[in-house]
């Protein structure tokens, strides 16, 4: 029994020597008294080290493999992440090219007073629809603006009251007339000192320009062959939206397009 475990530690310690040998890679000068009949157990328990030493490497190998595949996965699934949620630079649009502002022909020009329009006595006068220029006058004293017009006629439109009526071609050498049609606002009892009668007139409403002003108002039809002025305005027009400066004549300008319009009527 006692030969039997003395052989057996033998057969491990030369086991454990012969595996430290083959893990140093060195080869060793000294010599190892083993019996003969045992020579075949330390072969096959050397043999059976070296094959566990070569499955333990292999295995670290494939470990060590596959954990540099996951870093290089991670890290292209990182710079992917990054690449779509960081917007590419882009460069800026151009600058748009400074445009030059409308000149004041262009768009008419009226000096304002406290958000009123300065007028002078006299000024340039758009009327709209046959887009004809004018020269009115500029009275306080008058309450209702007035413009020159002949063949005053009156007329019935789908139950409402209408007129038609002529106003100058102004420019025109022979006088010529422009036929307009409007409905009637209202009629007004005019009074002059010159007549010992009253008259009454009709009023419509027109659309008319001054300067860069705008605006719709009421002007009755009369018979100004003895004035200077075609067009009279009135206080109707000027109550809080015109100041008159008495010392001026044409302190607005009509825009350039008006202007246009009423030389391409005129040759028309």
Known sequence: MGSSVSQTRSLFAVALTGLAVALSGCASDRYFMVPKENIEEVRAS??????????????AGVRHEK???????????????IATQ??????????????????????????????????????KFFLAGPDHVY??????????????????????????????????????EDGEWVAMEKEISRRVKIIQSS?????????????????DHQQVAEFTLADRTNLTYEVLIGRNVLRDVMLIDVGKEFATELPESYLEQAANGEEE
């Not at 050397?46 to 295995?59: F, H, P």
């Open 86 to 123: 960081v917007e590419k630079p882009s460069c800026p649009p151009p600058k748009a090219a400074p445009t030059c502002p409308a000149s004041r022909e262009d768009k008419g020009r009226a000096d304002r007073l406290k958000g009123k329009v300065v007028v002078g006595e006299v000024e």
């Open 46 to 59: 050397v043999q059976s080290q070296r094959a566990t030493l070569v499955t333990m490497e292999q295995n």
């Open 67 to 81: 954990l540099l595949q996951q870093n290089q996965d991670s890290t292209q699934t990182i710079l992917q992440a």
């Open 195 to 211: 007549a010992d009668e009253s008259e009454r007139r009709v009023v419509v409403e027109l659309q008319f320009a001054i300067g």
């Open 135 to 172: 020269t009115a006058r500029i009275d306080s004293g008058a309450e209702t603006s007035s413009i020159h017009a002949r063949n005053v006629q009156r007329f019935e439109r789908d139950g409402s009251n209408w007129v038609r009526f002529e106003v100058p071609v102004p420019g025109t």
